[in-house]
């Protein structure tokens, strides 16, 4: 499987496929909604993850300034869990934000901790992120009850 699978930037071809990728978690209030034109406005900070021609997953980056940045927007084909797709979609955000950066502070708020502690993300206070909490969260069901973690990624590492 993880031979067949290449991740690339989106283009905008991909936008029906994401958007019904991120539609389908939405539904579950499992990531946030976004709409065709906020994919295509935002097309640049997506990466896709594709298997025989077919969009299998999806992944955004955002830029909240002084080198801080989320990942977003990340769903992978719920028939295709567990064989390395989302692993391979935060991998491709974190190594082109290397090549962009010299440092970085990249977050996630989420239910999966446990994925991404495996891709080197490590459990932190969701205060940390005022700049997230004053945009998304404003309009978000779960503002006074937000149950999700959130993780953080820091390059250069103390250990690289
Ligand atoms: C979270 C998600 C992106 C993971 O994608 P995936 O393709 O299934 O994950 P991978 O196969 O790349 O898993 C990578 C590693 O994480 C582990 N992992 C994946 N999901 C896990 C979970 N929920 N709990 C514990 N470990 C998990 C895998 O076992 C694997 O471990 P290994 O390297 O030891 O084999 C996918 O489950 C998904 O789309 N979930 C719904 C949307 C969502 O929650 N998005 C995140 C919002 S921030």
């Given amino acids: 499987m993880k031979n067949l699978l ?8 991909d936008i029906s496929a994401i958007h019904d990728l991120l539609k ?4 579950r209030q499992i990531v946030l909604p976004r709409s065709r034109d906020d994919i295509r406005y935002y097309l640049n900070n997506f990466v896709v ?3 025989e021609s077919r969009i ?8 909240f300034d002084r080198d801080l940045l989320e990942v977003r927007s990340l769903a992978v084909d719920p028939k295709l869990h567990g064989r390395g797709v989302g692993c391979a979609l935060v991998e491709a955000i974190v190594a ?3 090549l962009k950066r010299n440092s970085f502070r990249l977050f996630a708020l989420t239910y999966q901790k446990e994925f991404f502690f495996k ?6 206070n969701k205060e940390m992120f005022p700049e ?3 945009s998304d969260c404003e309009n ?4 006074d009850c937000c149950d999700e973690d959130a993780v953080l990624y820091v390059w250069p590492s103390d250990k690289n």
């Fill in 132 to 134: 997230k909490i004053w």
């Fill in 49 to 51: 993850g594709e298997i």
């Fill in 140 to 143: 978000c069901p779960k503002k």
């Fill in 96 to 98: 082109g934000q290397r």
């Fill in 56 to 63: 299998c997953g999806c992944c955004a980056v955002r830029d």
């Fill in 24 to 27: 389908y978690y939405a539904e």
């Fill in 6 to 13: 290449t991740v690339r930037e989106a283009r905008a071809a």
């Fill in 119 to 124: 891709q080197g993300f490590v459990l932190v």
